[in-house]
């Protein structure tokens, strides 16, 4: 019996002139967990693409079972046994749970024949894996946790016996995330062969068998996981040493710089977001608000940035009044020295068809520093970008190139630069290394720790637990859009997961 | 990956692939060309011949596209803040009352120039309250700018009916149009200019407006890569939620560039009426608004392609007249259907040789190429 799930052999693949994988040799051994783990753009997603029929390989060849295998587009993939669970899930929203799960394998025009093999293929699934998921529920109304098990789900109806899995965790909080280990150790018993991609080394050594790292479109080693460790994983994955800690020594807060008052936000559907949220950020701390993704945060930053309107609530800003309620107008907070970088950079931090320099002044280019009467002084905005190019060192240093044309980890620091260089008061930073490389954090880390020790006060939303436990001086936690506790910074990973999850203030709940 | 193509040299950007497109435009026009039992070839090289052979032609050939540069620069406006407007027909069409009351109030008494001056500043603002009203229900109302601004067109073409009709015509006369303007209502034909090479433009309506449009050529680039208004425009158009973010006042942006819009399709009224009939006739924008989506198109809205590619809609519609009047089998409607032909290659599907285009120039820079992404990263 031929043991290797999957083999590829020379896959190379250019997008014009970015060569996103170079040569890539891999074999998947069958009924393994295996990682696959690179930074951002390293040719990961481009990989497993190409592995499920969205993108034909240049050159390369593909093995499936030791069988030389054609993947033309996902349906090859599906006949060929191999299931994806994606990212962002491909899920119909008001489809229930069974009408996704048949969605693209009906069988025949009339549905009820289908529905009824489904339903009990379904169940049979359900027992062999204990992936328990109610095949009526509508699928908006069911947790991400759950979705995520529904794609899962979708897959092995297809009949997949191998599973790709990319960066599965994103979303979930650290208790659904757990679960969704266990389902996988599940299926690897049952003979299946799961591929997980990830950037987040601690699954990796929590779950896999075997690590292939990425970096810059190639594969540049695989280990076993039991005799590896996060940091040759991390020095792989960047090509040199990298400090994982950040180093800061204790804070010494001031004045209240930020407080927010009973602020409630409502989004366009009407449905409350942020409700009857109340908290201070103080100059030289760093108040950290973890939580999972879509529970509030990003309509809390928006709401004391001034771009969406909220329903109640006061917001002072050094003491004076925001009309976060009515006007509050973005250029407005920021001559009043409140400084945002956005948690979505590339729709809202930047325009990518700009060039460098046009970004560095988003926002600030009504400042006269920049024009000539009602002409942009295209001088002065070069040579202050060429400044910021350098003190941050953006790569490449040049400050006419399109902002699309940057890695990740740079566009986040043209942002950056501009809302730093500034020297605000205030600064509000929502999810600062998202999408960006390993080498490229440290810097943002420390920059964002430089800002404290300057006597800011940093506001900083993170869906990273790790990220907010080693930077923030304080963490409070958000949960269906209001504030469930307030914790120290190192108070354990299990405590907080509970308070993400929603579990109610353990500490008050026993009083 | 976030970046399925990879860039290209600027000359490939904006010459090859609109060149390519253009040439796959006139070959499937070439069959219809052959499908009605004509040559094309000859047809070719009639159209050529009658735009570009002889003084006249030329002249004829840069009237039309004195027309179109306005109202190509017209969409191009509204297309860098993300706005379609398709009013520019309706726009140049009421933007002629602009032109015609002041030519005919002044033209007995003022110099020509100060009557130009008068009816640049009357067409540029009755163009832009017509594109107002649009841009505002837009901003403040969220109805749809392509809904409207066709809308305003159909209003446009009954209310200038109206008003020439029961207005303007003077008493006695049969036509729908009004008196004819005295001499300093008409603006001085550019013969000096085909004396200077040589050439005879007879009687080609050919006038000072296409040196207007050049201007506002510049003026358009001036105002949208150098101004702060520009760069307010341009974020709109690239990314509405970086522009709140910015905190850029959006209605505001949209209003303001939808009057702009409005005043450059307006100022088109002047060339067929100060400098052409001399009198404000029924239908004298002709479909010059039109044509504008597709110069604005071809021209991947910047002036330096606005400019070439409205003398290219100038060409088709003078030699396209020469071709109906040689091959009779050839109606002018061909000119429509070429017309569409390069809205859907130019337009529509500008990105249909551009994986192939990039995969061509990948291959060829391949080391070079290899070098600078590393350098990027």
Known sequence: ?511 | MSVPYAKLPAWVDYGLIPLINLAVAFAVAGLVVLAVGESPVRAAGLMIQGAFGYGEGIGFTLYYATNFIFTGLAVAVAFHCGLFNIGGEGQAYVAGLGVALPCLWLDQFAPWYLVFLAAIVGSALAGAAWALIPGWLQAKRGSHVVITTIMFNFIASSLMVYVLVDVLKPAGSMAPQTRAFAESGQLPRLDWMFSWAGVDMGGAPFNLSFLLALVMAGVVWAVIWRTRLGYEIRTMGHSPRAAAYAGIRQSRIIIITMMMSGALAGMMALNPIMGDQHRMQLDFVGGAGFVGIAVALMGRSHPVGIVPAAILFGMLYQGGAEISFEMPQISRDMITIIQGLVILFAGALENMFRPAITAFFATLGGARADKSIAAAE
Not at chain 1, 257 to 268: I, Q
Not at chain 1, 348 to 355: H, N, P, R, S
Not at chain 1, 357 to 380: R, T, W
Request: glycine share 10%; no cysteine; aromatic share 4%.
């Open chain 1, 1 to 511: 019996m031929n043991d290797i799930a999957i083999e590829l052999k020379g896959i190379d693949k250019k997008f014009g002139l970015v060569h996103a994988n170079k040569n890539i040799n891999l074999s998947v051994r069958k009924g393994t967990i295996h990682g696959i783990i690179g930074e951002n753009g390293a040719g990961k997603s481009t990989l497993m693409s190409i592995l499920y029929g969205f993108y034909q390989a240049d050159n390369g060849d593909i093995f499936v079972d030791g069988r030389k295998t054609v993947i033309r587009d996902p349906n090859a993939a599906i006949a060929a046994g191999i299931g994806m669970v994606h990212q962002h899930f491909m899920l119909v929203e008001n489809f229930t749970v069974l009408e996704n799960i048949m969605l693209g394998a009906e069988e025949s025009q009339i549905l009820n024949a289908g529905i009824t093999k489904a339903r009990q293929e379904l169940k049979r699934l359900e027992q062999e894996y204990e992936l328990e998921v109610d095949p009526d529920a509508i699928i908006e109304e069911l947790p991400v946790g759950l979705q995520q098990r529904v794609e899962i789900l979708k897959a092995l109806y297809r009949g997949a016996e191998i599973l790709i899995l990319d960066e599965p965790t994103g979303v979930l909080t650290p208790a659904e995330a757990d679960h969704l280990f266990r389902i996988l150790e599940q299926l690897k018993e049952q003979g299946k062969t799961i591929l997980l991609i990830t950037h987040k080394l601690r699954e990796i050594m929590a779950v896999t068998d075997e690590v292939s790292v990425m970096r810059r479109g190639e594969m540049v080693a695989t280990r076993t996981t039991a005799e590896t460790s996060v940091e040759e994983l991390a020095e792989l994955m960047v090509g040199r040493h990298v400090l994982l800690h950040v180093e800061k020594g204790p804070a010494s807060p001031g004045e209240v710089m930020l407080s927010v008052e009973n602020l409630t936000v409502r989004d366009s559907r009407g449905v409350d977001m942020v409700r009857n949220v109340s908290f201070n950020v103080r100059a030289g701390e760093i108040v950290g608000i973890a939580g999972v993704a879509g529970n509030g945060q990003s309509e809390l930053l928006q709401a004391i940035s001034g771009i969406r309107r909220a329903v109640t609530g006061k917001v002072l800003l050094q003491g004076e009044p925001i009309h976060v309620t009515g006007k509050a107008d973005p250029s407005e907070l920021r001559h009043r020295g409140l400084a945002h970088v956005p948690e979505d950079r590339q729709h809202m931090g930047l325009v990518l068809k700009f060039d460098e320099s046009e970004n560095s002044i988003l926002g600030y280019h009504d400042d006269p520093k920049y024009l000539k009467g009602m002409f942009l002084d295209i001088d002065a905005i070069r040579k202050d970008a060429t400044n910021k190019i350098e003190k941050y060192d953006i790569r490449p240093p040049n400050p006419r190139l399109k902002t699309a044309n940057f890695s990740g980890g740079n566009q986040q620091k043209i942002v950056l630069a501009r809302e730093m260089e500034r020297d605000p008061a205030v600064l509000v930073i929502g999810q600062p290394t998202r999408g960006v490389d390993v080498g490229a954090i440290e810097f943002i880390h420390k920059r964002i720790i430089e800002m404290r020790d300057a006597g800011k006060a940093v506001l900083l939303v993170s869906v990273e637990l790790d990220e907010i436990r080693s930077l923030a001086d304080r963490v409070l936690v958000m949960f269906d859009g209001r504030i469930v506790g307030e914790r120290a910074p190192d108070t354990s990973e299990g405590e907080l997961g509970l308070l993400m999850a929603g579990v109610e203030d353990t500490k008050e709940a026993a009083q």
